[in-house]
């Protein structure tokens, strides 16, 4: 699956409807609710929707495209777990060790002070 964006005449263009509107004593508004609705025009291509289903989709199947593409060991070492939809830290630290993501730069021996042990 590939994102799509959504593509309209006008696109983000939206129309405020006003349900309630108060005035102080001098005229000036203290308090606008508003109803917002798309006014977007003509609507080409709607674009893939954002949420939680789609995005969860996306990133197993990239997830098991790399995974499957580094062989046996690291396929038995992710795991996803679908019935609580939770990546564990386990699960996350496998990926990234699968991806090369893990890598922990070594303190240099010359006169630096303090640790340089951070990811890549």
């Known amino acids: 699956m590939a994102f799509q964006n959504r593509q309209a005449e006008h696109l983000n263009r939206k129309k405020l409807i006003v349900r309630d509107l108060v005035k102080d004593s ?5 308090s606008l609710t508003v109803d917002v609705e ?11 929707a954002l949420n939680a289903d789609t995005l969860n989709a996306e990133i197993k ?3 098991a495209s790399v995974v499957s593409a580094i062989g046996p ?3 038995t070492q ?12 386990e699960y996350v ?9 893990t890598k922990i730069n070594k303190p240099s021996s010359g006169g630096s002070s303090g640790s340089d042990s951070s990811g890549t």
Not at 26 to 30: D, K, M, T, W
Not at 78 to 89: E, P
């Open 73 to 75: 060991t690291a396929q």
């Open 93 to 101: 630290w496998n990926v990234l060790t699968a991806l090369g993501h």
């Open 61 to 63: 199947n990239a997830v």
């Open 38 to 48: 798309r006014a977007e025009g003509r609507v080409s291509v709607e674009g893939t």
């Open 26 to 30: 001098n005229g000036n508004i203290v």
């Open 78 to 89: 992710a795991v996803y777990d679908s019935s609580t939809k939770v990546a564990t830290t």
